[in-house]
């Protein structure tokens, strides 16, 4: 069964740092893994999508990784901002047989303080 | 393009009490998720249509939790009687079939058992 962990729980950082999210794995044998954004009282939105042949992804001020052979990825965030305020979850997606499952962590809460 | 709409998007039920909530899709979407997402966890997968067909309810509680998607379009997820660990936010997310790499997540009816 696949579990999903992610690093810090809850993190809080100053306007303008750069920062990093983690998130491991116990299976290695996914499909992709995809991270999300979620503000209070939305849905997710997804943010960068790393196929397992991929070693990374990009899209403006994010940068996620994955090493699938250790069941790790991280997620980069570039010079902060207010905005970033969110609850970032990862996501791995396992095939099982013709059904793709998606196996999420619990999140973490980041806060950046103007 | 019209998103993933749901509702309500708050409900307040005492235990014992029935709920439904419904869910449709970006058109042309052919798989339909149910999550279940208690506060401080990640989203958890109760159920998985393809069509107007289950693919995966391995993690719905039967004996008070239904779903159905009749006509392959529109959904509603049930619950009866409830109970307080119920408590939780119910998201449903759409994708245009089974190996789709994104999902997309309605905003979620948030649901309080008192």
């Known amino acids: 069964k696949q579990e999903v962990t992610q690093i810090p729980a809850a993190l809080s950082v100053p306007e303008g740092e750069n920062l990093v999210l983690n998130c491991s794995f116990t299976d290695s044998a996914i499909y992709n893994l995809q991270w999300f954004r979620q503000d209070p009282g939305k849905g997710l939105t997804s943010l960068l999508l790393?196929?397992?042949?991929?070693r990374e992804q990009t899209s403006g001020r994010l940068n996620a990784s994955l090493d699938k052979s250790s069941g790790r990825s991280t997620l980069y965030i570039a010079a902060s901002q207010p905005g970033d305020s969110a609850t970032y979850l990862c996501?791995?997606?396992?095939?099982?047989?013709?059904?793709?499952?998606?196996?999420f962590g619990k999140g973490t809460l980041l806060t950046v303080n103007p | 393009e019209a998103g993933v709409a749901q509702s309500p998007r708050y409900k307040i039920i005492e235990k014992r009490q029935s709920v439904a909530f419904w869910c449709n899709p970006i058109?042309?979407?052919?798989?339909l998720y149910w999550y279940q997402q208690i506060l401080g966890q990640g989203p958890k997968l109760l159920i998985q249509f393809q069509n107007n067909g289950v693919v995966d309810d391995s993690q719905l509680p039967k004996d008070r939790f239904s779903a159905e998607r009749l006509k392959g379009v529109d959904s509603t997820l049930k619950i009866q009687p409830a109970k307080l660990e119920d408590s939780a936010v119910y998201l449903c997310?759409?994708?245009?079939?089974?190996?789709?790499?994104?999902?997309?997540f309605g905003p979620g009816t948030r649901l309080t058992v008192l």
């Open positions: 996501a791995v997606k396992n095939s099982g047989g013709s059904n793709y499952k998606l196996t």
């Open positions: 790393i196929q397992s042949s991929q």
């Open positions: 058109s042309g979407h052919a798989t």
């Open positions: 997310a759409s994708s245009l079939d089974l190996s789709a790499d994104t999902q997309y």
